[in-house]
């Protein structure tokens, strides 16, 4: 299993940056995704950002696209979530998690909060 332990979060006033980071450590595949996912209170966790180790293709979801950014250090194992332009409704925990390309979400990080101010 990847370890996954996450840092970065915090108390942030509207409209301004962020950058969350993910230190990966233990048994990785030779092909893998890492993903941030949020949630707000009383709602269900919802999809935010993906990364392929391996080649670095990425993919957001369309409520971030063009204010949030997904990056990875490979010498350090580590995936970045850089989030720019930030809005109250971005506020929620924020998880990391890894998977083998094609399989299932089953490993996750801790947590980590994300408060924006009005």
């Known amino acids: 299993q990847v370890q996954l332990v996450e840092s970065g979060g915090g108390l942030v006033q509207a409209g301004g940056s962020l950058r969350l980071s993910c230190a990966a450590s233990?048994?990785?595949?030779?092909?893998?995704?890492m993903g941030w996912f949020r949630q707000a209170p009383g709602k269900e966790r919802e999809f935010v950002a993906s990364?392929?180790?391996?080649?670095?293709?990425?993919g957001y979801a369309h409520f971030v696209k063009g204010r949030f950014t997904i990056s990875r250090d490979n010498a350090l194992n580590t995936v970045y979530l850089q989030m720019n332009s930030l809005k109250p409704e971005d506020t929620g925990v924020y998880y990391c998690?890894?998977?083998?390309?094609?399989?299932?979400?089953?490993?996750w990080g801790q947590g980590t909060q994300v408060t924006v101010s009005s």
């Open positions: 990364i392929n180790w391996n080649n670095g293709g990425t």
């Open positions: 233990g048994r990785t595949f030779r092909t893998y995704d």
């Open positions: 998690a890894s998977r083998a390309t094609g399989g299932r979400w089953d490993n």
